[in-house]
């Protein structure tokens, strides 16, 4: 079984799907991650996508088609996983259309522009394991400090005020739309995230059943 996790930056499709992941064995595939992943190792797409991160927009997608298609043919993928941030565009939708991977269900996580704004700037990583807090909502029991493996906890430079609002706007603008792509096709579920964690993870584990 495969789903997306679809929805603005920021409105917590990482953590979720870390969560979910754990829970029903399946990888998380965060297109993000692959592209931060590629920046630092210093592939050749890594380079190109640096500059397009950097500002807040989206990576052409040829770039990142190639990325996540090197990343599901991986043994652990063969029976089902959990895509995070893809598709982000209607031609991104439609070569994983033309792929033979069958979707099951895609979460639309929905918040206001306001509370991912906040979320976002708010937003730690752990340089280590990819863990995820919130200097607020998920603060981690020592400050700056991993919870899960003791890194350190970072804040990406694409969280930042500015580039948050270009990464928003051109996710109404061009990654929106998608919803009704899926909807046609009857396997959007709405999953609305202005509440507790574990609320929002219950709703999202009772439609997997
Ligand atoms: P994320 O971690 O999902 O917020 O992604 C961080 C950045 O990576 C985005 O702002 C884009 O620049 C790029 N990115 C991630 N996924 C995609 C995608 N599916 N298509 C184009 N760009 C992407």
């Known amino acids: 079984m495969s ?11 990482g953590l979720m799907a870390k969560k979910v992941s754990k829970k029903r064995g399946i990888p998380h595939i965060s297109t993000g991650d692959l592209l931060r992943n590629a920046v630092r190792e210093g592939f050749s797409l890594g380079k190109k996508a640096h500059k397009y991160m950097q500002m807040g927009m989206l990576v052409p997608d040829d770039i990142v088609i190639k990325l996540l298609k090197l ?5 652990d993928s063969k029976h089902g996983f959990i895509l995070d941030g893809f598709p982000r565009t209607i031609s991104q939708a439609k070569a994983l259309d033309n792929s033979n991977i069958q ?3 895609v979460f639309d996580l929905m918040a206001s522009d306001k ?8 937003r730690r990583i752990c340089a280590h394991c990819g863990a995820i807090f919130h200097i607020k909502n998920v603060p981690p029991e020592i400050d ?6 003791l890194g350190h906890l970072y804040q990406r430079e694409d969280d ?4 948050v609002k270009r990464r928003l706007e051109e996710y109404h603008k061009v990654t929106a739309p998608l919803r009704d792509f899926y909807r046609a096709k009857n396997i959007l579920i709405g999953i609305n995230t202005e509440r507790p ?12 059943k």
Request: glycine residues 10%; charged residues 25%.
């Open 3 to 13: 789903y997306i996790f679809f929805g603005p930056p920021g409105v917590g499709k």
């Open 103 to 105: 979707i099951n269900i």
């Open 115 to 122: 509370t991912v704004m906040d979320r976002i700037t708010g």
């Open 160 to 163: 930042k005020p500015k580039t």
């Open 144 to 149: 700056g400090v991993c919870n899960e493996c």
């Open 197 to 208: 964690i574990p609320d929002i993870l219950n709703d999202i584990l009772s439609h997997l």
């Open 71 to 75: 990343r599901i043919e991986k043994e």
